[in-house]
């Protein structure tokens, strides 16, 4: 069993930046796609972004080009560091790991953008 633990997240102005981090308890090495998603009030969790082991990375349309997310095995971590944001993108940021067969969760972390 591998825990995620979301952090950085908190209250922005529109147009600025924060920087989400994403710790595992374990090593990322044996998990092919880890990822952030998002979900805001009333509406359905969707996917922002994934990184795989070889470094491919996608996008959800919406935060392309102000986005970009990374991971760095030797430390267990993801990252997603997010510019330019906007009120839009007000949601609860979860991280996600990927296996085969299995999936884990973190807790998530808010992210507010005020106008």
């Known amino acids: 069993q591998v825990q995620l633990v979301e952090s950085g997240g908190g209250l922005v102005q529109a147009g600025g930046s924060l920087r989400l981090s994403c710790v595992a308890s374990?090593?990322?090495?044996?998990?092919?796609?880890m990822g952030w998603y998002r979900q805001a009030p009333g509406k359905q969790r969707e996917l922002v972004a994934t990184?795989?082991?070889?470094?491919?990375?996608n996008y959800a349309d919406s935060v392309k080009g102000r986005f970009t997310i990374s991971r760095d095995n030797a430390k267990n971590t993801v990252y997603l560091q997010m510019n330019s944001l906007k009120p839009e993108d007000t949601a609860v940021y979860y991280c996600?790991?990927?296996?085969?067969?299995?999936?884990?969760w973190g807790q998530g972390t808010q992210v507010t953008v005020s106008s």
């Open positions: 996600n790991g990927k296996r085969v067969l299995l999936e884990y």
């Open positions: 990184v795989t082991l070889g470094g491919n990375t």
């Open positions: 374990r090593t990322i090495t044996s998990i092919n796609a």
